[in-house]
Nanobody
Framework: QVQLVESGGGLVQAGGSLRLSCAAS????????AGWFRQAPGKEREFVGT????????NYADSVKGRFTISRDNAKNTVYLQMNSLKPEDTAVYYC?????????????????WGQGTQVTVSS
């Protein structure tokens, strides 16, 4: 079992920045790839970014590419999502997820563990 706890969400003005953290506990996190997903009211959950277990591989949704950066510190069992140049359309609940194995995935169906989510609200 892996437990994931997100933090760092909040209210920010358009153009601002936030850094989300996802702290993992339980099994050795270094063997898990991780991802960030988000869900806005009335919309389906969508992929944001993903990172391999080593941190060498990363992928992003086109909507956030160049603005968001996913990273991880395996010594701290933590994954981060640095969000810059935020837009009102980035408003959503952001979820951290982990999947067994080292390979990242953009598909939420391939993730085994999920956090409870953290709210990000971007005002215009």
């Amino acid at each position: 079992q892996v437990q994931l706890v997100e933090s760092g969400g909040g209210l920010v003005q358009a153009g601002g920045s936030l850094r989300l953290s996802c702290a993992a506990s339980g099994r050795t996190f270094t063997s898990y790839a991780a991802g960030w997903f988000r869900q806005a009211p009335g919309k389906e959950r969508e992929f944001v970014g993903t990172i391999s277990s080593s941190g060498a591989g990363r992928n992003y949704a086109d909507s956030v590419k160049g603005r968001f950066t996913i990273s991880r510190d395996n010594a701290k069992n933590t994954v981060y999502l640095q969000m810059n140049s935020l837009k009102p359309e980035d408003t959503a609940v952001y979820y951290c997820a982990a999947r067994r194995g080292g390979t990242y995935s953009t598909d939420s169906r391939f993730y085994d563990y999920w956090g409870q989510g953290t709210q990000v609200t971007v005002s215009s």
